[in-house]
């Protein structure tokens, strides 16, 4: 490198890390200038102690807090529409993102679009579209995972399915960062394994695509690679024993981790995931677990002296396949299918999703140009299971 770069870097919120810490949760939102706060949530998070109790909470603090949860697994821009009539008609003035993915990512697009006139979709993570939005009608936003794997807490962004096109959309603003983020380990704790082990490979995904990429941003390396090892020596416990909170800590933190460090970039394992996800409704993490390998075989020649840093660093012997065998053996361990079929996926729309994949977003943060042919190579690789 010749001469020095010029890239624009910004790093995480106000983060209240440890088991215990969601009684914090009305004097957090008193904090950020909340009274009406709107909690965003999924169905199936409503319907357990844990959302009844943070209401609770909130009230306690002399909140008057509501409810919402009318997200998909894939939150949708009808879910984001209908969050957004009800924040308005709520009278709120914040929004308390709570769950995995879905209830964050719709939590903070929410509080984004409660206070915009353009359409949701004027706002993708295009360019400086960005720039479109009314800042001070951004609402304040307070997040709380329940998982760990998507990082979307200390995110800048939401990903939103539109349902007309089927196609998932990154909807991005600099005010979209949560100003209080409270992690709460003892929150994953009832996750059941599928979710535990999808949503911590999505963790790993991101960790391992922002290390992969090629733009330059040596701090994204080193947490990408701190976040990795969390992972390796952390998933298999939090999977086997639920109740491990130090692992689940753990967890947590990779989680984080890996949404900081893809500020570098993603890549293809994202780029096809996306479309699978969106065509397909399938677990978002889980998809990228079963893309991975076959991914990281397609971007060999160009990653393969940083991976054998890597596995240097985590201890691993054999270089670039020593890491593959580890990443398998993880993978295997986990009860993560070996191929797409195992997600109940067939070769139908290959084309349509090879296509797909080119346009997404991520697809610029791959180490090695994403062609619609190079798309199709690994999903059928990912298909019939040819490493």
Known sequence: MSSTPSVNWSYPTSVRFGAGRIQELGSAAKRLGMSRPLLVTDPGLARLPMVGEALEILKAAGLEPGLFSEVKPNPTGANVEAGVAAYRAGGHDGVIAFGGGSGLDAGKVIAFMSGQTRPMWDFEDIGDWWTRADPDGIAPILAVPTTAGTGSEVGRAGVITNEETHTKKVIFHPKMLPGI?????ALTVGMPRYFTVGTGMDALAHCLEAYSSTFYHPMGDGIAVE??????ENLRRVADT?????????MMSAAAMGAVAFQKGLGAIHALSHPVGALYDTHHGMTNAVFMPYVLAFNRDAIEEKIVRLAGYLGMSGGFDGFMKEILALRADLDVPQTLAGLKIDGAQAAKIAEMAVVDPTAGGNPVELTVDGARAIFDAALAGKL
């Open 181 to 185: 983020v409270i992690c709460d380990p």
């Open 227 to 232: 976040g990795i090892r969390l992972v390796f």
């Open 242 to 250: 639920p109740d491990d909170l130090l692992a689940r800590g753990h």
